[in-house]
């Protein structure tokens, strides 16, 4: 069965770094998603992402972070400057269309910030 | 204001039992979707079950089954005869919006941990 993979499932970084988060949504699907859950708390919204552009983000997507899909299967979410707040999972999703009755969701990438 | 609300921090349920998880939600858009997804303690999240706001019959899925009441604005999950392996945090998401201004964003409610009983 086709499922969303990201890499790596835990990435630790010093404040000001900057990191990168990889996912390789679902071959045919076109749209894409991140979200982040602070440890304990509910899964936030951060940015989705449709023909190459950037459809809606949150309040939570500042100049900090920037998303990319550099060839045809990787979707990447980039944190320039990271901070202690920053510490969350991270999950990149994918859907076939934005009304879709499915949305598929990575195991996620466990971003600690020392 | 919270969109989609989860009033129940903590449930306990006995194997065998069916449990009912509560959602209610908040929306002005006419055309909406609502999504169940299942965290185990290893943090992936899992897609239970879909009910779009359209749907006349209540969605289900195996043992799943969503309780949808439009008016009440309420999409609660039932799982029929509990597992021990259903133990895990349940959140209760929505997809507003049709046509363009829907970019396929869920909204989250705060989530239930369920624990199922031996």
């Known amino acids: 069965e086709p499922e969303v993979t990201q890499t790596p499932s835990h990435q630790v970084t010093q404040m000001g770094q900057e990191v990168i988060l990889r996912c390789v949504p679902i071959?045919?699907?076109?749209?894409f998603y991140w979200y982040r859950q602070i440890l304990g708390q509910k899964v936030e919204f951060l940015v989705s992402?449709?023909?190459?552009?950037?459809?809606?983000k949150s309040e939570i997507f500042d100049d900090q972070f920037s998303v990319e899909r550099p060839d045809g299967s990787n979707f990447t979410l980039k944190i320039r400057s990271t901070k202690l707040e920053d510490s969350a999972m991270y999950f990149c999703?994918?859907?076939?269309?934005?009304?879709?009755?499915?949305?598929?969701f990575g195991p996620g990438t466990r971003l600690t910030v020392l | 204001a919270q969109k989609i609300t989860q009033t129940q921090p903590g449930m306990f349920v006995q194997e065998k039992e069916a449990v009912t998880l509560d959602c209610t939600y908040d929306?002005?858009?006419?055309?909406?979707?609502l999504f169940w997804y299942k965290q185990p303690s290893s943090g992936e999240m899992i897609f239970l079950i879909y009910?779009?706001?359209?749907?006349?019959q209540n969605a289900t899925e195996g043992r799943y089954s969503l309780n949808f009441q439009k008016a009440r604005k309420s999409a609660n999950l039932v799982i029929s005869a509990s597992q021990l392996g259903d133990s895990a945090m349940y959140f209760c998401?929505?997809?507003?919006?049709?046509?363009?201004?829907?970019?396929?964003?869920?909204?989250f409610g705060q989530g239930t941990t369920l624990q199922v009983k031996p």
């Open positions: 999703a994918s859907s076939d269309w934005r009304g879709s009755d499915e949305q598929f």
């Open positions: 071959s045919n699907h076109l749209y």
């Open positions: 992402f449709y023909n190459n552009e950037i459809s809606e």
């Open positions: 929306t002005s858009d006419q055309s909406y979707g």
């Open positions: 009910q779009g706001s359209y749907d006349e």
């Open positions: 998401a929505m997809r507003e919006g049709g046509g363009s201004s829907n970019t396929g964003k869920l909204i």
